[in-house]
């Protein structure tokens, strides 16, 4: 990933399309008991969570959804796109609006997970990923001034 900064916000999206779009599938059929109370957990409350705590649980509720689809691969696989993310996007450049929404799409994904609903998950993350794609492009235009 040493490209990361000629990667462009399309580029990296579409990846975490082709990965985490079936992977919230996948989770919602393979879940343990554990692993949807460790995403319950994952969830923030964008108005009591600011920071760095915010992103940390955002980045954990992916890292545990990946991790329920019973594919430890797909976590390695993920690992250096999800620095990139991390190193990359400006978080105190979040246009106003984004955690909250970023929240309700975790709340949303969770229960479509807890109901092993793979179709809905599948659709929920796919708008999620949709949802961070404008708010994506809007950071990296800040913090490239």
Do not use: K
């Not at 008991?33 to 957990?41: A, C, H, N, T, V």
């Not at 705590?53 to 980045?59: C, E």
């Not at 991390?86 to 479509?112: N, Q, Y």
Request: aromatic residues 6%; hydrophobic residues 40%.
């Amino acid at each position: 990933m040493a490209a990361a900064e000629r990667v462009t916000v399309g580029q990296l999206m579409s990846l975490r399309h082709l990965l985490e779009v079936p992977a919230a599938g996948e989770a919602a059929r393979h879940r343990t008991d554990e692993q949807l109370e460790d995403l319950r957990r994952a969830e923030f409350d964008p108005a009591e969570s600011t920071g760095e705590a915010t992103y940390s649980a955002n980045q954990d509720f992916h890292l545990v959804l990946l991790r329920a689809t019973g594919n430890p691969l797909l976590e390695v696989i993920t690992a250096p796109l999800f620095r990139v993310l991390a190193t990359r996007f400006g978080r105190d450049h979040a246009p106003d609006g984004f955690w909250s929404c970023v929240a309700d799409d975790h709340a949303e994904l969770h229960d479509l997970v807890a109901a092993r609903d793979s179709d809905g998950a599948i659709t929920a993350m796919r708008r999620h990923l949709d949802h961070l794609t404008g708010a994506y492009l809007q950071m990296d235009r800040l913090s490239r001034g």
